[in-house]
């Protein structure tokens, strides 16, 4: 699949599996843990793609927020508008995960594949 394709259309159909549906919202509640488990556990080809999907934001979510945590401790300290910045970073990707966790699972709903924007392909 091609980066720049945001979404790839399927005709809703019985291979939609109800799992392939809420994986975005299993990865919501229980991040990488919970989608890693339904992609190890899924036979259905939707379902492995929407958790595969969701496996690779939730890795560049949990990257970027340790990342900007030990910014915020190291350097918070010493500049006070870094520490304020990087937990603005990290209210900010927390607010991006609710939000495009639900979209993924309204896509999904559709009959759809939704890449998440920013996340690397890491999980082929």
């Not at 019985?14 to 843990?33: A, W, Y």
């Not at 890795?59 to 603005?88: A, H, K, M, Q, R």
């Not at 990290?90 to 993924?104: M, Q, R, S």
């Amino acid at each position: 699949m091609d980066r720049n394709q945001i979404a790839q259309t399927r005709p809703p159909s019985k291979q939609n599996s109800v799992m392939g549906i809420l994986v975005h919202l299993i990865g919501l509640f229980f991040s990488l843990f919970g989608s890693g488990i339904v992609y190890i556990l899924a036979r259905n080809d939707f379902t492995k793609k929407n958790a595969q999907n969701s496996i690779n934001w939730h890795i560049f979510l949990l990257v970027s927020v340790v990342c900007l945590s030990i910014i915020t401790f190291t350097l918070g300290d010493v500049f006070d508008f870094v520490g304020v910045g990087s937990i603005f970073g990290i209210i900010i990707l927390i607010l991006l995960n609710a939000l495009f966790c639900l979209w993924a699972t309204f896509k999904a709903l559709q009959g759809q594949e939704w890449i998440y924007p920013v996340a690397p392909r890491i999980v082929r």
